[in-house]
């Protein structure tokens, strides 16, 4: 089944502590992963892909093939980084997301 | 250039009404990708669609609900009778080819009294 896991609802961390926020997907050949980001009441956004290997605003997600894992992660949160966060992976030669269920990460001060 | 446009943002319709939902992607973008969101859930792939064609519809309800792209103009997302249940977050993304990064409108909620 084509599945991707947020096994958390809500994480609540203080300002500079580290983050993770943890994905889990069902295996099948080569996985195309992603975070989205959505701030409040703003539109659903890129984070970042795992293709790129790029780090966005302090957030790294390594992809973690024997785990079927790509959890998102940051060493020092801020109150800006308070949002809801999705993991998705795309099947179908990118045609179509199935997304996690989501995180929605509080910061507190 | 302007992002993915969705409009309405908000839609109410009575139990057995139609809904349409309309999706204008980006400027150059040929691919368009519907999604629903129902309360307390993620977001669930529905229709993939390219100018004037349906390449995956394996998320859509096969009664009531249909999905178009026309050559000129938005895509549309039908939804005939709806009942209850169809209350939720419809959202529109788009991509100028895939495999490529989509890029997501504001969502319209429909709600069905």
């Known amino acids: 089944a084509q599945r991707v896991t947020q096994p958390e609802k809500l994480l609540s961390v203080f300002k500079g502590a580290p983050v993770e926020l943890k994905c889990n997907y069902s295996?099948?050949?080569?996985?195309?992963l992603f975070w989205y980001v959505q701030y409040s009441r703003q539109r659903l956004q890129l984070l970042l892909r795992h293709i790129s290997r790029e780090s966005i605003k302090g957030f790294t997600a390594d992809l973690n093939k024997g785990e079927t894992s790509f959890h998102l992660k940051k060493p020092f949160a801020q109150e800006e980084d308070s949002a809801m966060y999705y993991c998705?992976?795309?099947?179908?030669?990118?045609?179509?997301?199935?997304f996690g269920q989501g995180t929605e990460l509080s910061v507190k001060p | 250039n302007a992002g993915v446009m969705q409009n309405p943002r908000h839609l109410v319709r009575r139990r057995g009404q139609e809904a349409r939902l309309r999706c204008s992607p980006m400027?150059?973008?040929?691919?368009v990708y519907w999604y629903r969101q129902l309360p307390e859930e993620g977001l669930k792939f529905m229709v993939y669609?390219?100018?004037?064609?349906?390449?995956?519809e394996s998320g859509m309800p096969k009664e009531r609900f249909s999905a178009e792209f026309p050559k000129e103009g938005p895509s549309i997302l039908r939804i005939q009778q709806v009942v209850r249940g169809d209350s939720a977050a419809y959202f529109c993304?788009?991509?100028?080819?895939?495999?490529?990064?989509?890029?997501f409108g504001p969502g319209t909620r429909l709600t069905v009294l």
């Open positions: 669609l390219q100018k004037e064609n349906i390449i995956d």
């Open positions: 998705a992976r795309a099947y179908n030669q990118g045609g179509k997301l199935i």
């Open positions: 295996y099948s050949g080569s996985p195309e």
């Open positions: 400027k150059g973008h040929s691919h």
């Open positions: 993304a788009s991509s100028p080819s895939t495999p490529s990064t989509q890029y």
